[in-house]
């Protein structure tokens, strides 16, 4: 499943040839991805200018001229494909083998910059809604969303304060999108491993003694929380920056778009030696909370 810096390289991808252009013809080709299409789902895409392509934890949004914003979520197995008339050729550079075939390409807006953007799912979990701009607050899929973890706000002491009276493991608190929005289970396994810490240690030791007994008013947070913070940006932006140089550096014909080559330290390395400078340990796994879980148990404390 695509995680935060897929996504987020998704949207530099379609950035160029969605941002600024006009939606003349949208293509919804099925009634339904994971959930049915609105009723009016083409009519309120075609003929808007997108002004603007952002993102909030895995979804992507995009601002139209009209007032709407079009949230689109890839799902499991969702990807999506430029198709330039003037050249085929695209960016992007991929890890995960995407589906090639054409019968599972759903949706295709139809841009003014001359480029077709298309969406392929084999597997129908993506989906897209288009909400008014001034209901976005309200809107169910966003409203529980905890803060963005690259965002200025994420910081060692919001998050000691959301695990404070916690009494989940600090893995399973960091797969909680209210606590934090966007992780999956991926980076939380990676940055758990470069903060040092065990991924059953409880969430509420993040923050201090006194801060635990005030609950989420207090958390006063710890070195570990701190450290947890350095290494949860550490991850997230060194994958955004691989997605980045796959964009830049390789051209493929299919298009497709980010998925990346991304070697993890400690993701899916079961039986492999740890590498952490002179540790020695073997990195091991085990199911938690139903998800695979990968670790150093000599290493992470
Ligand atoms: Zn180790």
Same mark, same amino acid.
């Given at each position: 499943? /695509?995680?935060?810096?897929?996504?987020?390289?998704?949207?530099?991808?379609?950035?160029?040839?969605?941002?600024?252009?006009?939606?003349?013809?949208?293509?919804?080709?099925?009634?339904? *991805?994971?959930?049915?299409?609105?009723?009016?789902?083409?009519?309120? *895409?075609?003929?808007?200018?997108?002004?603007?392509?952002?993102?909030?934890?895995?979804?992507?949004?995009?601002?139209?001229?009209?007032?709407?914003?079009?949230?689109?979520?890839?799902?499991?197995?969702?990807?999506?494909?430029? +198709?330039?008339?003037?050249?085929?050729?695209?960016?992007?550079?991929?890890?995960? /083998?995407?589906?090639?075939?054409?019968?599972?390409?759903?949706?295709?807006?139809?841009?003014?910059?001359?480029?077709?953007?298309?969406?392929?799912?084999?597997?129908?979990?993506?989906?897209?809604?288009?909400?008014?701009?001034?209901?976005?607050?309200?809107?169910?899929?966003?409203?529980?969303?905890?803060?963005? /973890? *690259?965002?200025?706000?994420?910081?060692?002491?919001?998050?000691?304060?959301?695990?404070?009276?916690?009494?989940?493991?600090?893995?399973?608190?960091?797969?909680?999108?209210?606590?934090?929005?966007?992780?999956?289970? +991926?980076?939380?396994?990676?940055? *758990?491993?470069?903060?040092?810490?065990?991924?059953?240690?409880?969430?509420?030791?993040?923050?201090?003694?006194?801060?635990?007994?005030?609950?989420?008013?207090?958390?006063? /947070?710890?070195?570990?929380?701190?450290?947890?913070?350095?290494? +949860?940006?550490?991850?997230?932006?060194?994958?955004?920056?691989?997605?980045?140089?796959?964009?830049?550096?390789?051209?493929?014909?299919?298009?497709?778009?980010?998925?990346?080559?991304?070697?993890?330290?400690?993701?899916?390395?079961?039986?492999?030696?740890?590498?952490?400078?002179?540790?020695?340990? +073997?990195?091991?796994?085990?199911?938690?909370?139903?998800?695979?879980?990968?670790?150093?148990?000599?290493?992470?404390?």
């Amino acid at each position: 499943m /695509p995680e935060l810096p897929e996504v987020e390289t998704v949207r530099r991808g379609l950035q160029p040839v969605m941002e600024g252009a006009r939606i003349v013809k949208a293509e919804a080709r099925r009634k339904d *991805l994971r959930f049915p299409f609105q009723k009016d789902f083409v009519a309120r *895409l075609d003929g808007q200018t997108v002004t603007g392509l952002g993102r909030r934890a895995k979804y992507l949004l995009a601002d139209l001229a009209s007032g709407d914003v079009l949230l689109m979520h890839l799902g499991m197995s969702g990807s999506f494909r430029v +198709i330039n008339h003037e050249d085929k050729k695209t960016p992007g550079k991929f890890h995960h /083998p995407r589906s090639e075939d054409r019968a599972h390409d759903h949706v295709v807006f139809h841009m003014s910059s001359g480029a077709a953007v298309v969406f392929n799912d084999p597997r129908r979990f993506g989906y897209m809604k288009i909400i008014a701009r001034k209901a976005l607050e309200e809107e169910p899929l966003l409203r529980g969303l905890g803060p963005e /973890p *690259l965002g200025s706000e994420f910081d060692a002491a919001m998050l000691a304060r959301s695990c404070a009276n916690r009494k989940t493991s600090l893995k399973a608190a960091l797969l909680d999108q209210r606590v934090v929005a966007g992780l999956g289970n +991926i980076y939380v396994c990676e940055a *758990l491993y470069r903060a040092h810490l065990s991924p059953l240690r409880l969430a509420a030791t993040l923050a201090t003694k006194a801060g635990q007994r005030k609950g989420v008013a207090g958390g006063e /947070p710890t070195d570990h929380a701190r450290r947890l913070v350095t290494a +949860i940006h550490a991850v997230l932006n060194q994958a955004i920056k691989a997605g980045g140089s796959s964009l830049r550096d390789h051209r493929q014909t299919t298009g497709e778009l980010g998925y990346f080559q991304h070697s993890f330290q400690v993701y899916d390395r079961e039986g492999e030696k740890c590498q952490t400078a002179g540790c020695g340990g +073997i990195v091991k796994r085990f199911t938690q909370n139903g998800r695979s879980t990968f670790w150093c148990p000599k290493c992470q404390k």
